[in-house]
T-cell receptor
């Protein structure tokens, strides 16, 4: 079975631009969570979606938004990019939004 | 609020030896879970082991075991018979089992493990 897939794997954006990151969960998993990992730090929770509803939000500005589609895939959008948004963005899926998270390999975003 | 502290920025171990990675946690939740993840240079977070707060036995998964001391709020990871492929960043994390943050993982800063041949 395919694991959690994220796209793109790498991208470079300019300050002020907008970016959309994509995540496909493991088949049968209904929950998707997003994390931001700045170099040298542990991942920080951004959002969790379960059954297409937002179930949790971390301490991130409104420039960050996300949604989950009927097939349980998810998108993370970041507007008005700042240099500090440069990070590895990780997506994790789980069957019910509870334990049993499986992470993808992440999208490495560089803002210049 | 939950907090994870990993006080060892880097650890070195000889191949085939055992190593302990430290983790202390702080949470006001009665029911919570403790996790260890391995992150190689590729970036993927690989689940290693899980301990529930009400589990009386320490969790074990192959060469990985979790030394859970609830009163001291510690959840150290023990890797036995280290292999060169164990060289990676290791993260301790916790999640509560209820409320609006259900399922949210809180991670520590990580420990870089280097296994020498």
């Amino acid at each position: 079975d395919a694991g959690v897939t994220q796209s793109p794997t790498h991208l470079i954006k300019t300050r002020g631009q907008q970016v959309t990151l994509r995540c496909s969960p493991i088949s049968g998993h209904k929950s998707v969570s997003w994390y931001q990992q700045v170099l040298g730090q542990g991942p920080q929770f951004i959002f969790q979606y379960y059954e297409k509803e937002e179930r949790g939000r971390g301490n991130f500005p409104d420039r960050f938004s996300a949604r989950q589609f009927p097939n349980y895939s998810s998108e993370l959008n970041v507007n008005a990019l700042l240099l500090g948004d440069s990070a590895l963005y990780l997506c994790a899926s789980s069957p019910r939004g509870s334990y049993g998270y499986t992470f993808g390999s992440g999208t490495r975003l560089t803002v210049v | 609020a939950q907090k994870i502290t990993q006080t060892q920025p880097g650890m070195f171990v000889q191949e085939k030896e055992a190593v302990t990675l430290d983790c202390t946690y702080d949470t006001s939740d009665q029911s919570y879970g403790l996790f260890w993840y391995k992150q190689p240079s590729s970036g993927e977070m690989i689940f290693l082991i899980y301990q529930g707060s009400y589990d009386e036995q320490n969790a074990t998964e192959g060469r990985y075991s979790l030394n859970f001391q609830k009163a001291r709020k510690s959840a150290n990871l023990v890797i036995s018979a280290s292999q060169l492929g164990d060289s990676a960043m290791y993260f301790c994390a916790t999640a509560n089992a209820g409320g609006t943050s259900y399922g949210k993982l809180t991670f520590g800063q990580g420990t870089i493990l280097t296994v020498h041949p």
